[in-house]
């Protein structure tokens, strides 16, 4: 088993820790429904990343992407909604930062 690059590492421990906690509530909300929309977006590519241990070059691009959109509506939605869907989109956003890190393959 090759070891874990230390972007890797921190990826696996805060997306643990973020699958450990309940998705926030609100029944059918179009502002919930974006965050779990990008949740899962998200969630596909933690997912290969970290059994790859970098990016693949679609990943790279979607992600790159979706950067260059901006995260207005995340924003925006938390913080009409406040905690806990605040905590769990910034959750999402240092995954997005840290998945920006890694290598491409």
Do not use: C
């Not at 997306?15 to 909300?29: I, K, L, V, Y």
């Not at 919930?32 to 990016?55: D, K, N, T």
């Amino acid at each position: 088993m090759r070891a874990l690059s230390p972007e890797v590492a921190r990826l696996r421990r805060l997306w643990d820790a973020h699958t450990r906690r309940p998705f926030p509530s609100g029944d059918d909300d179009p502002r919930v429904q974006e965050v779990a929309l990008y949740a899962s977006w998200l969630g596909s590519i933690v997912e290969v990343a970290l059994r790859q241990g970098s990016l693949g070059p679609e990943h790279a691009q979607m992600l790159k992407a979706r950067r260059a959109e901006g995260n207005q509506v995340l924003f925006r939605a938390s913080g009409e909604l406040g905690e806990p869907v605040r905590s769990h989109v910034a959750r999402l956003i240092a995954i997005e930062d840290i998945l920006s890190e890694l290598p491409v393959q």
